[in-house]
């Protein structure tokens, strides 16, 4: 009882430094901390990890033009989880934190997706995710806040990135001011906020050549210890630089029958110097599959091509490529579609670029399950 007394006023204490609603206390019981609402994100204090919750990301993709006009398209990601171990274990070898990472680019020339991953228990200067800003790496793969900007440095098997992504906009907070429900229930849920409209300067290497890029990105954090209920086996989720400013974030829960359990968006629309954010609900919501493509090596089908109404707004999602599948399972143990796509209007008019993840389709995802 008094060893029980004396993690819970460690708990107590970390609570209100933070500013955790009281109730986070519940650590105590479920060994992870509670995804909350009333929760204030603050910045740059929560661009950095979160240890005491089960699992974040810090997720960055976007398009790319090099010096010939040709476009590209890349992911740059890195995760933190923390399993459920004995954590009075004395050992430094003990794994309490352990990071994956993942990198691609899609190049239409090569017609299949180029990537790569690493895995690495944290410490011993080898892996990180440090907290009050962003600064988290592997080996020489990193992403690191530097003066309000913050540089992806990725020196994968047979690519380079070496990019600085400029903010051009506040966050963009999603859910109730950050707090993004995954369920009908509290149980799911996560504290989550993007970047939209990065500005995106650097270099690609690969075979023996560097070629500078520029472009757009987006960047995502979330972190959650409940992420995905029980009947859900993945998500869809979009992030679209709309080409006026304006941007789109859009997600749905689905079940083993391809059913939405729950759905949620938010857009971003520029009103002269200002920006006007609006939070949409699951009944205004829908996700309609166009074409399918079945991946040669896996034979998993993925719904590539969509019609999404987010409100009164309906956009045609068309994939820069077909093949943009990664199979993640030496890392994070996963399967799934990710690539970019363009977004279209309902005249078929070109308004945004952005990248589609597609999870769940290849078997059930548990990755922040209950």
Known sequence: MRVFLRAAVVIALLCYALRIPANCQELTANRYANVVPGYTLQFPRDEGSHPEFRTEWWYV??????????????????????????????????????????????????????????????????????????DVFIDNWSLVEQDSRYHALVQAQNFK?????????????????????????????????????????GSIARDRKQTPVQGVAWLDHEWSSSYIEPTAVGWDWIGINMDDGGALMAFRMR????????????????????????????????????????????????????????????????????????????????IYWEGAVLAYDDRGNRVGRGYLELTGYNGKLTVGAQ
Do not use: C
């Open 161 to 201: 990135f070496d990019f600085m992504f400029t903010p051009t906009q506040p966050p963009l907070l999603q859910g109730e001011a950050g707090y993004s429900r995954k369920s009908a229930t509290a149980g799911s849920a996560s504290y989550y906020y993007s970047l939209p409209q990065l500005a995106v300067s």
């Open 61 to 134: 993709t976007g398009w790319l033009t090099d010096a010939s006009g040709k476009e590209l398209g890349f992911q740059v990601t890195f995760f933190r989880t923390r399993p459920d171990l004995d954590e009075r274990n004395p050992s430094r070898f003990a794994p309490r934190q352990v990071l994956f990472a993942h990198a691609a680019l899609s190049d239409l020339q090569k017609g299949a997706l180029l990537h790569d991953q690493r895995a690495a228990r944290a410490g011993f200067d080898l892996a990180e995710a440090r907290e009050n800003r962003v």
């Open 255 to 334: 079940d083993a029958e391809k059913h939405a359990l729950w759905a949620a968006a938010t857009t971003r629309v520029r009103r002269g110097e200002h920006f006007e954010d609006h939070l949409y609900e699951a009944r205004e919501i829908e996700w309609q599959p166009l074409r399918n493509w079945q991946s040669p090596r896996t034979r998993t089908s993925y719904p590539i091509e969509w019609r999404v109404r987010v409100g009164s707004r309906v956009l045609t999602l068309k994939p820069f490529m077909d093949d943009q599948e990664s199979d993640t399972r030496q890392s994070t143990g996963t």
